[in-house]
């Protein structure tokens, strides 16, 4: 069985990696025995459903109530001072705290859909991947990321067609028209992921239907795509979390 192992392995290095990468992030260990290949039936090609939560912080599960936390941590740190980089600080003085009962939520939806959670908050820009991840699991979250998004960089990117070059730019959505470009790379880069979702208060999904002109779609946005408007409320407000798992689920 080891040996059909290696020859998937060498095979598909792409999906490998991935789940090497998600072993050595969990705390559950006893759900990938290498040695039965409990994770890939090789000699079937049955691939194990790798999904996935592409997950923004502020008002989803940093809600306004949290937000600033992280002075009143910086202050009994000892004060962040102007000259200070952000990355010379501990990790819990840079963010604020998360919703107590929107990681209640977010737990049940990681456990009642075996999901791995890629970070597309700016919060990537402040730490990297272990930092972040020990933050999560500071704040109480059951899994650690495995993986941030790409920085959207809109000349290099031209460059390399990651963008189209007559794409409609839109200066009112242009933060959520980088984010979702950089989300579909991310999907791009990783076919392995079977079922995925984004979760984001920045309104990226195609159908829109609360707006002045009334509901329409968009010719650019994403499917999988569950928005969290109420930044007091988050990912706790009613509906979404089923919302979330229905894409996550096999249904």
Not at 64 to 84: A, E, F, V, Y
Not at 146 to 172: A, C, K, Q
Not at 192 to 208: A, K, N, P, Q, R
Request: aromatic share 14%; net charge negative.
């Amino acid at each position: 069985m080891a040996e059909s192992f290696d020859w998937f392995r060498f095979g598909h290095s792409s999906i490998y990696n991935t789940v090497i990468s998600v072993i050595s992030r969990t705390s559950h260990f006893e759900k990938f025995d290498l040695s039965t290949v409990s994770v890939y039936n090789c000699w079937s090609s049955t691939v194990l459903e790798m999904k996935v939560i592409f997950l923004d912080n502020d008002g989803v599960i940093c809600l306004s109530s949290n937000w600033g936390s992280r002075h009143k941590k910086q202050k009994k740190w000892g004060g962040m001072k102007l000259s200070m980089d952000i990355h010379s600080i501990p990790v819990d003085c840079r963010f604020d705290n998360f919703d107590k009962k929107a990681i209640k939520v977010l737990n049940q939806i990681l456990e009642t859909t075996g999901a791995e959670i890629v970070v597309s908050s700016d919060w990537r820009l402040h730490a990297n991947l272990e930092e972040l991840g020990e933050y999560y699991t500071s704040q109480g979250i059951i899994k650690k990321p495995i993986g941030f998004t790409e920085v959207f960089h809109y000349t290099n990117w031209l460059d390399e067609g990651r963008v189209p070059s007559d794409f409609d730019w839109n200066r009112t959505d242009g933060r959520e028209q980088e984010r979702h470009f950089e989300i579909k790379d991310y999907l791009k880069s990783h076919p392995e992921i079977t079922h995925w979702v984004v979760i984001d208060d920045l309104h990226m999904g195609i159908h829109v239907a609360n707006s002045s002109y009334g509901p329409f779609d968009r010719d650019w946005g994403l499917e999988h795509f569950v928005w969290t408007p109420r930044d007091w409320e988050g990912i706790k407000q009613s509906g979404i979390k089923e919302k979330i798992i229905k894409y996550l689920s096999n249904d």
